[in-house]
């Protein structure tokens, strides 16, 4: 039977989840992801644990935070003052907000606390720092 390898391009369902064993994310309830190995279009872990597996193969696999969305990186934290952000934007802890660095590249960045006059952003994606768990089954290799 044919094996998933660098440059195929699969469909996978999948349902990953933390330590805790909290789902994150599910394919089950939706068309499955479509992407091409090797490539970079998802997290190198999840690409890893697809190649080698044929079409109605499953496999679960734990991947280490280094493989996934890195290590929690407390410099990727500020605090900036209200008066920065447009005065007609509603604040909220948890809210996700798009910002332009110095670079002029954007990031994403999660409010993580309001204190007076001062907003805490975090840019680390919100699975940073964490193990991740996924039940992945190869649903097909496209042709």
Same mark, same amino acid.
């Given at each position: 039977?044919?094996?998933?390898k660098?440059?195929d391009?699969v469909k996978?369902?999948?349902? +990953?989840?933390?330590?805790n064993?909290?789902?994150f994310?599910?394919?089950?309830?939706?068309? $499955?992801?479509?992407?091409?190995?090797?490539t970079g279009?998802?997290?190198? =872990?999840?690409?890893?644990a697809?190649? +080698?597996?044929?079409p +109605?193969?499953?496999?679960?696999?734990?991947?280490p935070?280094?493989?996934?969305? =890195?290590p929690y990186q407390k410099?990727?934290?500020?605090?900036?003052?209200? %008066?920065?952000?447009?005065? #007609?934007?509603?604040l909220? *802890?948890g %809210?996700?907000l798009?910002?332009q *660095? $110095?670079?002029?590249?954007?990031?994403?960045v999660?409010?993580? #606390?309001?204190k007076g006059?001062?907003?805490?952003?975090?840019?680390?994606?919100?699975?940073? =720092?964490? #193990?991740?768990?996924?039940?992945?089954?190869?649903?097909e290799?496209? %042709?």
């Open positions: 039977m044919t094996q998933a660098s440059g391009t996978v369902h999948y349902t +990953g989840t933390l330590n064993g909290q789902v994310d599910s394919s089950k309830s939706r068309e $499955p992801l479509q992407f091409t190995l090797g279009m998802v997290i190198p =872990g999840f690409d890893a697809v190649t +080698g597996l044929s +109605g193969e499953t496999v679960t696999s734990t991947i935070n280094a493989e996934a969305y =890195g410099e990727m934290v500020a605090e900036i003052e209200k %008066q920065n952000i447009p005065a #007609d934007f509603e909220e *802890v %809210q996700r798009e910002m *660095v $110095p670079s002029g590249e954007a990031m994403s999660t409010i993580t #606390d309001i006059d001062m907003v805490t952003l975090d840019g680390n994606h919100p699975l940073a =720092g964490q #193990d991740l768990t996924f039940e992945l089954e190869l649903v290799i496209v %042709q």
